[in-house]
Each structure stands twice: as C-alpha cells, then as structure tokens.
Nanobody, 124 residues
C-alpha cells in the first residue's frame, strides 16, 4: 500500500518560512518524479513544483520561483519543500504527489499517488 505522508504545515507570518516534508512508503521512490500542489478555498488545485527521480531536474510555478525550493533524499524516501518569503496568497492545503517516470508527468498533473495534504496559513 502506497502512502505519502506530509508534515510541516502550520501558521506563519508573512515573510516567514516553512519546510514541508513528504515521506513515501510502499513504492520504489527513486522511480518516481515527485511534486507539490496546493489548493486554496474555492480554487482549483494548482501545480507548485516538481523534481525528477534523480533530483537533477526541477520545475516551479512562476508564482513561487525564487522563494520555494524542492529537494529529495532517495535514501530516506522523502521529498521536501522549503518555502521562504511566504505571502498570504500562499495559504492553501499543500499536497505531495508521485508520478511514475519523468518529472513532466508531475508538472502536467498525471499523478499516480497523492498525499492527504497539510495546511499552510500565512497571516498578513
């Protein structure tokens, strides 16, 4: 049984930082592109960032470029999202995603597995 378990969400003031983690189990982690999506109330889920199986390729939504960094540790089956300079508009439920194969599948939302989500709230 595949599980993606996010952690690290919470409440932070604008300009602050948070680090999300997603621990994966039940899959060959190094065979999957990984990514993060987010969904704010009343809005559709949107792509945030993705990373290839090796970590050698990353993609970011324009709205988070220069502020967010994705990384992975294949030895720990974990993907991370470092979020800096947070803005109120970053507030959302953040979901971890796994897509078998290339990072492009993650970027396009062709995802095999989703986590349950973790809430990030940025106060102004």
């Amino acid at each position: 049984q595949v599980q993606l378990v996010e952690s690290g969400g919470g409440l932070v003031q604008a300009g602050g930082s948070l680090r999300l983690s997603c621990a994966a189990s039940g899959l060959t982690f190094s065979s999957y592109g990984m990514g993060w999506f987010r969904q704010a109330p009343g809005k559709e889920r949107e792509f945030v960032t993705a990373i290839s199986w090796s970590g050698g390729s990353t993609h970011y939504a324009d709205s988070v470029k220069g502020r967010f960094t994705i990384a992975r540790d294949n030895a720990k089956n974990t993907v991370y999202l470092q979020m800096n300079s947070l803005k109120p508009e970053d507030s959302a439920v953040y979901y971890c995603a796994a897509a078998y194969g290339g990072v492009e599948r993650v970027r396009r939302g062709i995802v095999e597995y989703w986590g349950q989500g973790t809430q990030v709230t940025v106060s102004s």
